[in-house]
């Protein structure tokens, strides 16, 4: 490993590490055990003709491909704290894809789960708060009390911000809201948040402000990304290990096998003399 391959190794461990994803980890562990592989065998003539570097990057490539894809760990991201305000208020319901990505062409639906659908509608449509699709709100399936009061943040939208305004909030507007991506490439493609609505007596009342997603943390998420890098990364080292005791196994059974012929060749030399 001369010099410039530990630049470009240094500089690959700093630019996965400003993302949080298992498939940066799992990268970063197996350039990591690709060094130590081609270390141990670069030190042992016998065991590089048995076993060559080209064949240790190919497996290492391999379980890189077979980790789960960066594009896969989205996550929508809501307030973990219920939103509080008073009637007539305008307020924010604060949402977001982790990390960011642009949604434009995504549909964002955003919905009561406890609302019950209409009884005398035979067909049970699901009724939306707001429903965002083909880069436009789609109105068909609107909430009747939520038209003209809901709005997303277009500007917004290309950086996963799909936060929901709502204005003119009632006391009927109270309860938990979902906002959810269907087809988004992630294991967590929607988020609750809970919205109560109090008179303004028990309230204190906030300026309405576009929320930060960076500002918004969600714990369970971030315990969930570490538990799959830890398995990512824990299969990947495993794997890595027992090919190289397999090696090794093989290579000192080569080695005793040759002494041993090489025993039975000086027994039979002595005889003949």
């Known amino acids: 490993m001369d010099r410039q391959f530990l630049g470009n190794l240094m500089t690959q461990i700093h630019v996965m590490s400003r993302h949080r994803s298992s498939a940066a980890a799992a990268a970063l562990s197996s350039v990591f055990s690709l060094c130590l592989l081609n ?3 670069s030190m042992d003539p016998e065991l590089n003709r048995s076993f060559s570097p080209s064949s240790v990057t190919l497996i290492v490539l391999l379980l890189i491909f077979s980790c789960p894809p960066a594009e896969g760990n ?9 939103i509080i305000a008073a009637p007539g208020d305008d307020i924010i319901l604060p949402c977001h894809v982790e990390p960011q990505i642009d949604v434009t062409g995504l549909t964002v639906e955003w919905s009561k789960p406890d609302l019950q659908p209409d009884p005398n509608d035979r067909l049970r449509r699901v009724e939306y708060v707001h429903l965002y699709r083909d880069a436009r709100e789609d109105l068909d399936m609107k909430i009747a009390e939520y038209v003209q009061r809901t709005e997303l943040f277009a500007d917004g939208l290309t950086r996963g911000n799909i936060s929901l305004k709502i204005t003119n909030v009632t006391f009927e507007d109270q309860g ?7 087809k988004l490439k992630g294991h ?4 609750i948040i809970y919205l109560s609505v109090e008179s303004k007596s028990v309230t ?3 300026p309405l402000q576009t929320p930060d997603p960076k500002k918004e943390t969600d714990v369970n998420a971030v315990f969930r990304e570490a538990l799959i890098t830890a ?6 080292l495993a794997i890595l290990s027992a090919v190289l005791f397999a090696v090794y196994w093989r290579h000192n059974r080569q080695k005793q096998e040759l002494h041993q012929k090489a025993t039975c060749y000086s027994c039979l030399a002595r005889r003949a003399f």
Do not use: A, D, N
């Not at 938990?176 to 269907?182: K, Q, W």
């Not at 398995?231 to 990947?236: F, Q």
């Open 39 to 41: 270390r141990l065998v």
């Open 74 to 82: 989205f996550e929508v991201i809501g307030s973990p704290e219920p």
């Open 176 to 182: 938990r809201y979902r906002c959810f991506i269907p």
């Open 188 to 191: 967590l493609k929607y988020s």
């Open 204 to 206: 204190t009342g906030t």
């Open 231 to 236: 398995v990512c990364v824990g299969t990947i």
